[in-house]
């Protein structure tokens, strides 16, 4: 049944999944999302070149019409590249969903009515961009409007039209080394210098058992290899603030917040 709360303007919700390597959590994840949205939707999932064994539940998935699937042909090592891929979908497909919702593969839709509660909370205000879950709330405090400043990007509903203004995440540098694993902050602050908003509603899904080792395990059978990267990447991280600081001004940064 259809839920009355979704505006006949929007023909359907986009739902875009990440995955790579967690087969189980993947299937449980698009069960939860089957068993509790209300409104009509589309439903990706965009694989990072996986195993055959994810390989063979996604096919799965693809030939029963559960799920639209679309396949890297080769492996990239962080998951970004799979995120900007959704952006991809949520931006060529804006007009047949305009609010477009990005899941990591260890989480689960928890609450009936998941759906209309993230339409709700994006037509409230026209400067939303996006709105996440409190769970996602990095460590910011709210603003007296309820809006926050920076969230994890494991769960996000965005305005998709939003993304041919603020872009999409940056993955790698001039030298293709990938700087992945804290990105998403910098896309957030970027969703806020051009004026955004981030809205935080009560928790609508739930990841009990993040597959984080999981995959450090799989990358590319060499975990020392993924820890240095996370390193790196956090090292890089320290220097992009610095940097930014420099850039925009404390009357920016303020109003980041929005």
């Known amino acids: 049944m259809v839920n009355p709360a979704y505006n006949a303007l929007y023909s359907m919700l986009g739902i875009g999944i990440s995955s790579y390597n967690r087969p189980d959590e993947l299937l449980r994840l698009v069960s939860s999302i089957e068993n509790h949205t209300t409104v009509p939707y589309r439903l990706w999932i965009v694989d990072g070149f996986s195993s055959q064994q994810t390989l063979r539940v996604l096919r799965n998935l693809e030939s029963s019409g559960r799920a639209?699937?679309?396949?890297?042909d080769h492996w990239r090592g962080a998951g970004y590249d799979v995120f900007n891929d959704l952006l991809k979908i949520a931006q060529e497909y804006r007009?047949?969903?305009?609010?477009f919702v990005r899941i990591d593969d260890d989480c689960v839709i928890?609450?009936?009515g998941w759906d209309a509660e993230i339409i709700a909370a994006l037509d409230s205000d026209p400067r939303v961009g996006l709105v996440s879950c409190e769970k996602c709330n990095v460590r910011f405090p709210l603003s007296p409007e309820g809006y926050v400043r920076q969230v994890k990007a494991e769960f996000m509903a965005i305005r998709s039209a939003i993304i041919?203004?603020?872009g999409f995440f940056i993955e790698r540098d001039a030298n293709e080394e990938i700087i992945a694993y804290s990105m998403d902050?910098?896309?957030m602050e970027r969703l806020g210098y051009y004026g955004w908003k981030i809205k935080?509603?009560?928790?609508?899904y739930d990841a009990p058992?993040?597959?984080?080792?999981?995959?450090?395990a799989s990358f590319a059978g060499n975990k020392e290899r993924a820890q240095a990267q996370i390193q790196k990447s956090v090292d890089l991280w320290h220097k992009?603030?610095?940097?930014?600081?420099r850039f925009l001004s404390p009357e920016i940064m303020d109003n980041s917040l929005a």
């Open 110 to 112: 928890t609450k009936d």
């Open 68 to 72: 639209e699937v679309r396949y890297r």
């Open 240 to 245: 992009i603030e610095v940097a930014k600081a």
């Open 185 to 187: 902050s910098e896309w």
């Open 164 to 166: 041919n203004e603020v």
């Open 200 to 204: 935080l509603i009560e928790d609508v």
């Open 95 to 99: 007009g047949e969903c305009p609010y």
């Open 209 to 216: 058992n993040c597959g984080t080792d999981k995959r450090i």
